[in-house]
């Protein structure tokens, strides 16, 4: 049977000994308890020796414990100090009380009434406090004293360990102790020494421990994937702040100032204010009467002070406005993929806080067709085969759509919306070609590549999880 130098090690060492404790054996091998237990338990599973594991419980104070063990509890030293009553207003001077006055009522060691605390006539010894004395894993007493931090249990693990009948014979009959070599040099190659040298034996059948190395998050690994598609497309990527004034993240997007999705309900209000930019009055025109588009706006009032009020950003559409007032020259292809904040309610499918891919290409004769064909080529190049467009309606796009993908087992899912740039939006910043422009829920995405039922799943810290899931190459 072959063994290495440590489990031979363990056996010579119980030679002539009943059971021993495992301490003991360490002790005895001059190695580290840890080790001695991992050896024997190799030897235990060629049928050399049996180990027997006893677990015990012992009761330890903690510190705080410690000390009422000599002070008394803090109930027991208010009531040494109450004589028949004392005002409620009295008995709170004493900075145990806030721990006290609760066991106290708990106990039934006084009565309060009308403000002030009178002690009752059974304030006997109790369980718990003869238990800081001397306390026993398991009872009702130190239960109550763990619960209450004065207390914790300690398991202590006892190893039995002792020679079987084959681990006695193969032990007396000789062990060849000499330190086994692991690897050669040059010389003992050279000279044929490693002929007779002890030298560590080693099964192929058996899998090494396996390495975790560094690795990137499932959900950026998509991300990534998502960038770099978009870069092979021709696009720039662009960033902005989390925190926009309200101008920025609706009026600039033709929002009226009275649109439902500024509610306290739908978006995280900030107390701070950011100033309008320069050229505001012409958003304001638009939102009154059109300005000079040949719309007709929204008609009433239009607030700068509204405008100027902070919000955690609600869509990267906010940065793709921004961005076009900086480049409003044509030809430009640009994208985002920024986290947004809604006051959603957190269920499978819906989180306050997400990705959103957000895209704009502005260039002379574009029309929808254009917009509809870049939605096939991402979603194919996604691994999403079918596609297909139901109509939709945003404050800020005409004609718009939300583009749907088949995925099997769940049918045809919504991943966001686009549409081309109304008249409203652009005019304003000097813009007079057309603009298509989309967002998109790229962790749904991401959901459904990875095959998710639960969108939490994406954030979570789950690093069983994240080492199961397969690295994606691009």
């Known amino acids: 049977m072959d063994l290495t130098i440590n489990e031979k090690r363990v056996l010579a060492a119980l030679i002539g000994s009943g059971p021993t404790n495992a301490e003991a054996l360490a002790e005895k091998m001059d190695a580290a308890l840890e080790s001695v237990i991992q050896w024997a338990h190799l030897c235990a599973d060629k049928g050399l020796v049996t180990l027997e594991k006893t677990v015990t419980e012992q009761a330890k104070l903690t510190e705080e414990g410690e000390k009422y063990a000599k002070e008394g509890l803090p109930e027991r030293q208010i009531l040494a100090g109450i004589d028949g009553s004392v005002p409620m207003s009295e008995l709170t001077k004493n900075p145990l009380s806030k721990i006290a006055i609760g066991w106290l009522r708990k106990k039934n060691w006084v009565t309060i009434k009308d403000g002030i605390v009178f002690v009752n006539e059974n304030t006997a010894v109790g369980e718990d406090e003869l238990a800081l004395k001397n306390p026993v894993p398991g009872t009702p007493a130190c239960k109550e004293l763990v619960k209450r931090g004065l207390a914790e249990i300690v398991e202590n693990t006892e190893w039995k360990i002792a020679l079987t009948p084959e681990g006695e014979k193969i032990a007396k009959g000789g062990l060849d102790l000499r330190e086994e070599v692991a ?33 990137i998050h ?43 999705a500024r509610e306290m309900q739908d978006t995280f209000h900030l107390a701070e204010e950011l100033p309008l930019p320069n050229g505001w009055e012409k958003i304001r025109d638009i939102h009154k009467f059109g300005g000079d588009t040949g719309s007709t706006g929204w008609g009433g009032e239009w607030s700068p002070e509204v405008g100027k009020k902070c919000v955690l950003r609600t869509h990267s559409t906010s940065l793709s406005i921004q961005y076009l007032a900086e480049h409003p020259n044509p030809p430009l292809k640009a994208f985002s993929i920024s986290r947004v904040y809604r006051r959603e309610t957190i269920d499978p499918t819906h989180l306050p806080e997400f990705e959103q891919l957000e895209g ?44 749907e993908v088949w995925v099997d087992g769940l049918g045809w899912v919504e991943l966001g919306g686009a549409g081309i740039f109304r008249k409203e939006v652009t005019a304003p910043w000097g813009i007079d070609c057309p603009v298509l422009a989309w967002g998109l829920g790229v962790s749904r995405v991401s959901m459904l590549r990875m095959g998710l039922k639960d969108l939490r799943q994406l954030y979570k810290s789950d690093i069983d999880w994240i080492r199961a899931s397969p690295v994606r190459r691009c």
């Open 360 to 403: 704009i290409v502005m260039d002379k004769d574009l029309h929808f067709g254009h917009l509809l064909g870049f939605f096939k080529e991402f979603f194919g190049r996604m691994g999403f085969e079918e596609v297909r467009f139901r109509p939709g309606y945003f404050p800020y796009t005409e004609p718009s759509v939300e583009p």
């Open 218 to 260: 499932p959900n950026q690994q998509i991300l990534d994937e998502i960038r770099d598609l978009l870069f092979e497309m021709g696009f720039t990527e662009f960033h902005g702040s989390i925190v926009q004034n309200s101008f920025w993240n609706f009026d600039s997007l033709y929002q009226p100032q009275d649109h439902p």
């Open 183 to 215: 690897t050669l040099t040059r010389e003992q190659i050279l000279s044929g020494e490693w002929k007779s040298l002890p030298l560590r034996k080693y099964s192929i059948g058996k899998l090494p421990k396996k390495i975790f190395g560094g690795r």
